[in-house]
């Protein structure tokens, strides 16, 4: 095997392998090395309950499709990966027996809330509305590396300001929905969906980052086969493409020379060269504190490292279940559809319900009542079980510690908990008990921890979402630019701006900044310059203000 290579891709998650893709798309020589037996990050599909049923252990509720820029760029579809959008997309079921659904449709999602009130049905048509007009914004802003000049970054606040008020500029989420929606029901199940995304909806100067997530509030769309399908598409596509693909491959240095990146060291000890770029996709703390020597980093900017936070908002428990039958809610008797609603929210009711469970987690407690983030990928894609049973997952927001005893209490405290979360969803569902249920595989933070190390403290967005770790501040000022201070070293992990989950953007921002840094724009097989026309118009608008 040739050693040199032009670049070198650290973690082979979907970020690590969007950007290999580009690369390599590019003519340039790639290699993506990858720390576990299997690539694709959080694109996880395991038999964890009983062989035959499958279950997606970290992404199974995927929002950005289809503008996923791989998925259209390299014709993901003609590899098989294919998508389903449920019509009943997100809801609520109620303990007194109403339901609150939102379908893909606006207007029977609005006929679903008129129910609990007309005037918050007119102002989510409303939100909606304006969010489809300014896709361009949500949509431009999260795919370009982050505007940071201070005139640009005015910009922006003033142009949040003027779509959805000035009140969007420095509160929370939380405040904006209250502000924006009056009843309880209605203003919990749309905090829910922000609280999903992965952020504390308490945090001050982050609504706008919730109301972007509304612009895809039913957009949640299932991988079928599993979300380890579009990593192998992934995959595959990338040795197509000439890339190559290691496993097995954890990195255990970088090699720095002259103050440049020049290649790495594996933990079997091969060393491989790089001409042009060794690119991160993992924390952090990994890359700087771990793979880099020392003397490699000012004294400052490694501090500053040391104080990235992790694990805030973005912690979950996870139960994974295997079935007979799927769950029948009670609130089914008057609204059926419920049944058949994909990504539910069982138990938080209201927002004190939301705010309660963050209060415990700032406790360091698990929380007493489970409420849960549910689903049953089954009742779309039967492939997922044998004929005729079903999966269901799980989430529920929890510590990654747990009081003086850490993390590691999680080991004696999992299966029991998992099992609390399956009670919780009876008193919904009550067939979600007794032989109906013929397994529960609990996954809890600490074991995220363990078996995806770049999930540091168990939260999936690598580096927590606060206002100070957003934007042009992801994960601190210096690094946002997705350049490291060493010359030729470039990060593309989750870490990065826009943030963690399924979305592909922290790749797909690399890859402009290093496709620019190369000067391999035009050796690209695509039509607009970053790729994605959206983008460009962004990155035009930008420049003009700057």
Request: hydrophobic content about 40%; charged content about 25%; proline content about 6%.
């Amino acid at each position: 095997m040739n050693q040199t290579y032009d670049v070198i891709v650290i973690g082979g998650g979907h970020n690590g392998l969007t950007l290999a893709l580009y690369m390599a798309a590019a003519k340039l020589k790639v290699l993506v090395l990858e720390r576990r037996h299997e690539f694709g990050g959080g694109l996880s599909t395991e038999e964890v309950t009983i062989p035959g049923y499958y279950h997606n252990l970290h992404s199974n509720f995927h929002g950005i499709m289809p503008f996923f820029p791989p998925y259209n760029d390299f014709n993901l579809a003609r590899r098989g990966v294919r998508y389903i959008l449920p019509e009943a997309d997100i809801g609520m079921p109620l303990k007194d027996g109403r339901a609150l659904i939102l379908y893909s449709d606006d207007r029977r999602a609005a006929d679903s809330i008129a129910a609990f009130s007309e005037r918050d049905a007119e102002e989510f048509l409303e939100v909606r509305r304006r969010l489809a007009f300014h896709s361009a914004e949500v949509l431009g802003g999260a795919f370009s590396p982050p505007a940071v000049s201070p005139r640009q970054r005015l910009f922006l606040e003033e142009e949040y300001g003027r779509i959805f008020g000035d009140d969007v500029l420095d509160h929370t989420a939380a405040e904006w929905v209250e502000r924006h929606f009056e009843n309880p029901h209605v203003r919990a199940l749309l905090l829910y969906h922000m609280a999903i995304c992965g952020f504390d909806v308490r945090l001050p100067r982050l609504a706008a980052l919730g109301i972007g997530y509304l612009a895809y509030l039913t957009n949640w769309q299932l991988c079928v086969g599993g979300s380890h399908h579009l990593a192998h598409a992934m995959g595959g596509e990338l040795l197509a493409q000439g890339g190559e693909l290691l496993e097995s491959r954890g990195v255990k240095q970088i090699l720095v020379e002259s103050n440049r990146a020049v290649g790495v060291v594996t933990v079997d000890g091969t060393e491989f060269r790089a001409r042009d770029a060794v690119v991160s996709s993992v924390d952090p703390h990994q890359t700087f504190l771990d793979f880099l020597p020392r003397e490699a980093l000012d004294p400052t900017f490694r501090k500053k490292v040391e104080a990235i936070r992790y694990g805030h908002g973005d912690v979950l428990f996870g139960a994974h279940v295997a079935l007979k039958e799927p769950p029948h809610h009670i609130a089914s008797a008057g609204h059926p559809d419920i049944d058949r609603t994909w990504n539910l929210n069982i138990g938080y009711e209201t927002p004190e319900d939301l705010y309660e469970h963050y209060e415990e987690i700032d406790r360091g407690e698990l929380p007493k009542r489970p409420r849960l983030n549910a689903g049953v990928n089954t009742l779309f894609d039967p492939s997922q079980a044998p004929h005729g049973r079903h999966t269901a997952l799980i989430w529920q927001f929890a510590p990654f510690e747990i009081g003086e005893r850490g993390g590691a209490a999680w080991d004696s405290l999992g299966d029991d908990y998992a099992r609390a979360c399956v009670d919780a969803w009876r008193e919904y569902a009550p067939n979600m008990g007794g032989d109906n249920v013929l397994a529960v595989h609990p996954y809890t933070p600490y074991d995220i921890a363990r078996k995806m190390v770049n999930m540091r403290r168990g939260g999936f967005h690598v580096a927590a979402i606060s206002h100070d770790q957003a934007a042009e501040n992801r994960p601190i000022p210096e690094l946002s630019g997705f350049r490291a201070p060493v010359t030729g070293l470039y990060l593309c992990g989750a870490s990065q701006h826009v943030h963690g989950g399924i979305l592909s953007s922290p790749g797909y921002n690399c890859a402009q900044v290093l496709a620019e840094d190369l000067g391999v724009f035009d050796k690209l097989p695509f039509k607009s310059k970053p790729w994605w026309p959206a983008v460009e118009r962004w990155r035009e608008k930008m420049a003009k203000i700057e």
